[in-house]
Each structure stands twice: as C-alpha cells, then as structure tokens.
C-alpha cells in the first residue's frame, strides 16, 4: 500500500517561497505518474502540477505556470514542489497524489493515491 506524506507548508509573505515535500512510503515513486493538487475554503480543488514517472515532462496550470516548479529526488523516494512569487490567492491546502497510469493528468480522477494535505498561507 503505497502512503504519502507532505510536509513544507507554512505562513509566507506575498513574493516569498516554499518548498512542499511528499515522501512515498511502500513503493518507488518511479512508479508513478505524481500531481500537485490545492483546495481552497470553499472551493474545489484544482490541479497545480505534473510530473511524468521519469520526470522529464511537467504540465502546470496556467495560475502557477512560471512560478512552481514540480520535481523529484528518486533517492529519496520524495516528490518536490518548489514555489516562488506566491500570491495570497495560493493560500490553500496543497494535497500530492499518485496515479498509476502514469500520464500526466490534471483531473484529481486520475490519481488513485493521496497525502493528508499541508496548508500553504500567503500573507499580503
């Protein structure tokens, strides 16, 4: 059973960075196809990132495109998402998630495997 734990979130000022961890526990996280996810209060949650299994393609939404960068450390069996110039309106639970199928998707359906969720807050 594969698990994943995020980690990294926090407060930050307007134009500040983060970096989000998801450590994969019970296999190799080149098994996966792995996606970013965040939801904010009251709202749906929405794709922010992509990675293929290899890590060499990335697929970003157009809100993030430029600013987030998804990547992956295979030794360490963990997922990355480094984010810079963060906006108030990046305020959300970050969630990471797996999908077997291995494309890069950004429908939340896709992925059969997700975290509990960090809480990224954006001061302005």
């Known amino acids: 059973q594969v698990q994943l734990v995020e980690s990294g979130g926090g407060l930050v000022q307007a134009g500040g960075s983060l970096r989000l961890s998801c450590a994969v526990s019970?296999?190799?996280?080149?098994?996966?196809?792995m996606g970013w996810f965040r939801q904010a209060p009251g709202k749906e949650r929405e794709f922010a990132a992509a990675?293929?299994?290899?890590?060499?393609?990335?697929y970003y939404a157009d809100s993030v495109k430029g600013r987030f960068t998804i990547s992956r450390d295979y030794a360490k069996n963990t997922v990355y998402l480094q984010m810079n110039s963060l906006k108030p309106e990046d305020t959300a639970v970050y969630y990471c998630a797996a999908n077997e199928g291995g494309g890069l998707r950004n429908g939340a359906a896709f992925y059969e495997y997700w975290g509990q969720g960090t809480q990224v807050t954006v001061s302005s």
């Open positions: 990675s293929s299994r290899s890590g060499v393609s990335t």
């Open positions: 019970g296999r190799t996280v080149s098994s996966y196809a």
